[in-house]
């Protein structure tokens, strides 16, 4: 596939604009690298494309005579598909892709794709070594942190691509289907990009737009907004639960996670032999299980698998444990609901470190989910003020107030008592503070390291 003679905006400098620019370059497309931001350094961008590329990077502002240039823009999923300059390129008639509709027109193979609220990145892992095990040529990519468009370029038609697939990412796709899908949870998060739960919803199951009757899209039974999509789907749907027996599907009876099909119910394995903490892990096993299931992996395949993979890091992640108290990081529970999951997979007394950049999220149900576990709630960023409010209208009154990340972790240091867990699960985005969760996870285990 040649693309000569395309002009193409790549709007984002980050990790899936220059992984866009790459592929774009490799197919001998024109490629304008563009980002509204007038600081990036445009010497560090070009050090990341390959050498000698003719790309043009323009900051700030668009020229009206390179707008009119252009035969196709691809957005980076940091960038809202509702800013003016993004409408106005739209009126020109012009096609609005992102990173992951670039990535599948131009991919090779099968591609397993996974979105949701919460649970994404330990379901894609999962299964992503799942296929590894089975599979000579399996690429992971995504919201995951490694770029689809960079993973194209290596492709053949024996690839299997595991995706994570946020929203931002979704409400760019045209043509893009899964052989599998799957939609994890379906909770309110992002609302100040996508502005109401309609649209949010309405987006996360963009993933499903464009798969065929023959292939699966693995859906939550417990989550009612997804029972009620899957009645109305045309292609394949496989249910998995935590609460209930199914009829056919993939479900957790005890303490056993079992596949109901036509052949009759088969044991996928114990609880007690995984190393993922709580229900929701064991759910985001499931959901892994049931794709894999969905691709025609068997479950003797998986299942050692499934025994060996580790906790994803940032979430719930043990850290260490000092003086008897343990240290848990759960930079990813970036939301109310994420965090909720991270308190119930608590066994001790909590002193719990939230707080961060503000979603327009409500925290009133994440306080609630307490439920008598927490000991102290040191609040942090932007949002602690809004926290504190919703906790003390909850009933919750042991509220601390930190400036730093380091400071809230001195204070959970200095209260907690032998016994007792500190949990880094902010229900926040960490922007503001930090670059991303990543940078924020790690700097709480620094801290945790260098407590006496």
Not at 282 to 288: F, G, K, L, P, T
Request: proline share 3%; hydrophobic share 40%; aromatic share 8%.
């Amino acid at each position: 596939m040649k693309w000569t003679g395309e002009t193409v905006l790549v709007f984002g400098t980050g990790i899936s604009g220059i992984g866009a620019a790459r592929l774009l370059i490799s197919l001998q497309a024109e490629v304008i690298l563009f980002d509204g931001n007038t600081e990036v350094d445009a010497d560090k961008v070009l050090a990341k494309l390959p050498q000698g590329s003719r790309v043009k990077i323009l900051l700030g502002e668009l020229p009206e005579d390179e707008a009119e240039r252009l035969t196709l823009v691809v957005l980076s999923p940091g960038v809202p598909c509702d800013l003016p300059l993004v409408n106005s390129l739209r009126e020109r008639g012009l096609p609005i892709w992102g990173e992951v509709e670039l990535a599948f027109r131009c991919g090779k193979g099968d591609v397993l794709a996974v979105t949701g609220t919460n649970g994404k990145t330990t379901t894609t892992s999962l299964l992503g070594e799942i296929m590894k095990h089975v599979r000579e040529e399996v690429y992971v990519v995504g919201n995951i942190g490694f770029s689809y468009t960079e993973a194209v370029q290596h492709m053949t038609e024996k690839a299997v691509t595991v995706a994570e697939i946020s929203s931002f990412q979704l409400e760019t796709t045209e043509q893009f289907a899964p052989k599998v899908s799957a939609i994890l949870n379906i909770t309110p998060d992002h609302l100040n990009r996508h502005h109401t739960m309609e649209e949010y919803i309405r987006v996360k199951e963009l993933i499903t737009a464009h798969q065929s009757a023959e292939d699966t899209c693995v859906l939550n039974y417990e989550d009612e907004i997804l029972r009620d999509f899957g009645e109305k789907l045309s292609t394949k749907v496989l249910w998995f639960s935590s609460r209930r027996a199914l009829a056919r599907g993939v479900y957790l009876e005890g303490d056993k996670i079992r596949y109901a099909s036509e052949a009759g119910i088969t044991d996928i394995c114990s609880v007690k032999e995984v190393q993922l903490l709580g229900v929701h892990n064991y759910e985001n096993i499931m959901a892994a299980v049931a794709a894999a299931l969905a691709y025609g992996v068997t479950v003797e395949e998986m299942r050692p698998v499934l025994c060996a993979f580790q906790a994803v890091e940032h979430r719930i992640e043990y850290v260490t444990e000092k003086h008897g108290v343990v240290y848990y990081n759960d930079s990813k529970g970036t939301n109310p609901d994420a965090a909720i999951k991270g308190i119930q997979a608590m066994e001790r007394p909590t002193l719990l470190i939230g707080g961060g950049y503000d979603k327009n999220s409500s925290y009133e149900e994440w306080i609630r989910a307490f439920d008598g576990k927490v000991k102290y709630l040191v609040l942090i960023g932007q949002t602690r003020e809004k926290i504190a409010e919703a906790a003390r209208r909850c009933g919750f009154h042991e509220i601390l107030f930190a400036e730093s990340l380091e400071e809230a972790v001195n204070i959970c240091a200095s209260r907690a008592e032998e016994g007792d867990a500190v949990l880094l699960s902010p229900a926040c985005a960490s922007w503001g503070m930090f670059p991303n969760y990543e940078v924020r996870g790690r700097q709480f285990k620094e801290l945790v390291h260098r407590l006496p």
